[in-house]
């Protein structure tokens, strides 16, 4: 029989409901006392209120002599009044002012006599140069209200009031149950089938930024009673509980019925995706969270739904910063869920231009790499490249405007750029975004892009990318900056046990090959070297398996999936590949007038010219440097 959730809610419907019944059974914050020295970042738990005034006695603002105002009345620069020694005394800051005193002289503008007397040339107003009692707070006076964030002069200010200690909300304690028979704690040399456990230092370092405290638990295998008894320790210790994995429809997933021994399960599936297997349950006022094991969906979870619980502890309103974003690629969605799709944001030509990362639930690094989140409605089938999009941004708006937005033909030296782009500037930034050569064209041609890493063969003259320039940019607008000459090749297994040596034995009965997509550089040469061979691509095992770097394409065949591709020499050689060379192509980038006068693609010019760019292309190896950065204009 098949399995089905026991819900497919809408999200905004399944978290009002899940919060409302979570207050209406008492869940609320707890409240703990700390030591005003230790307190800040914590939030009030009530209006703080000071106990003694500041200053608590008439001090001295300045350096100086205390005196009485009236002996001073009369002083002027041509009849200046002079102070016996018992008419005054000397004071510095935040000395006590004595009671026959109401004035103060900064020791600048006293000129001291022979025989100790002060001669004045102005005369004193009352109370000047003192700070009166409760000036700064007065007792009984409220310092901090409720649900406020403590901050560094809020210290200052409580101490000064004579409030040593603050009732202050009580961080959540917050479990994290790891589950599955293989789940393996992080290590450097897993095994086959091993999957190593990150979800918890992903959850656990989201949920300390907004003020939780995190509990991981041992790893639980999955069997029933072993996630019963995990989820009653849980219980007993913290104030939030949540279940990682086996929330979906595997043979052996017990968490629902695990979590529902305890409490009551509202929903056992969302409308979104990722994370549509999230179980929403509680124990009395307690929340029981059921999230999915694929780290994407369990950070749209957390986000989703445990982020607000967290709001509701700290009665606050978390406000995400949207904005509008043109999306550079389309966008295909089922219409049963709400989708959250990652994407790269940058600003071209003052309009901020969005790209979809790969939307896996697995791929962890996707939203490392994420500036901001969008979202396709349910029932929509999806969104056109083009159309406006409201997106949630996860980095400044003003960290995007310095950023360079890169979408073309994929290299590691595109790594590297960036990195040196960012260490010798700091406020700028480069974005790639890796959709092969014609891809790269056609977002210049649109207006998505600063710059566009390419590599395209004319098989009627062998020469690289400049009849595509010609044609696709016949009233020029576009600048082509030289790069580098990379080998290509086929790249191979340490060994090369197959004994690969030319394009001909890619044919080979065994041989698993790894292809790049269509429109890539690298696809457009191995279509023209099979051509020029005779040799079908329906001859080649493995030929409609793409892949859209080179790095991707050497992991394949690092980790034993695939025999044979064709890819960059510096590929191979990260990954400990043997290596045949086929080619050397020209990898050059396209940037656009538009871009071109801009500093962050001015600054990116000058780094591709330096001696260190060219010391880390040694390091990676397979580049001909010609003459990098000079400019041929179209």
Partial sequence: MSFNYLSNE???IARDTYISKLIENGFKAKTEIVKVSESCGRISAKAIY?????????????DGIAIKASDSFGATETTPV????????????????PESCDAVVMIEDVIYQEDGSA????????WQHIRQIGEDICANEMILASNMKITPAAIGSMLAGGVLEAEVIKNPVIGLIPSGDEIVLPTGNPKPGDIIEFNSSIFSSMLGEIGAKCIVYPIVKDKFDLIKEAIGLALSECDIVILNAGSSAGRDDYSCDAIASFGEVLYHGIAIKPGKPAILACQNEKPILGVPGYPVSGIIVINEILGPIIDLWYSKKAKKETAKATLSKAV???????????VRLGYVNDKLIASPLNRGAGVVSSFMKADGIMRVAQNLEGIDAGDSVDVELLKPLNDLKNTIVAIGSHDPLLDELCDMLHLRYPNLYMSSSHVGSMGGIMAVKRGENHIAGIHLLDESDGKYNESYLKKYFPRGGVKLVECVGRTQGIMVAKGNTLGISSIKDLAKDGVRYVNRQKGSGTRILIDYLLKK??????????YDREEFTHSSVATQ????????????????????????PICTEQYDLLIPDYAWDSQPVQKLIEILKSDEFKERLERLGGYTLGHPGEIREY
């Avoid at 000071?50 to 300045?62: D, E, G, L, Q």
């Avoid at 002079?82 to 002012?97: A, E, M, N, S, Y």
């Avoid at 061979?533 to 493995?542: A, H, M």
């Avoid at 065949?557 to 045949?580: E, V």
């Fill in 332 to 342: 295909v969605s089922g219409l049963k869920y709400e989708e959250f799709v990652r």
């Fill in 10 to 12: 809408k999200l905004n």
């Fill in 50 to 62: 000071a106990k003694i005034n500041a200053p608590h006695y008439p001090a001295s603002a300045m």
């Fill in 82 to 97: 002079i102070l016996r020694k018992d008419q005054f005394i000397v004071v510095d800051t935040g000395d006590p002012v």
């Fill in 533 to 542: 061979e005779g040799i079908p691509c329906s001859d080649i095992y493995g």
């Fill in 557 to 580: 065949i690092a980790a034993g999936s695939g025999d044979a591709g064709m890819g960059i020499y510096s590929a191979a050689n990260i990954y400990g590949l043997d290596f045949i």
């Fill in 119 to 126: 001669k004045l040339f102005q005369p004193a107003a009352p």
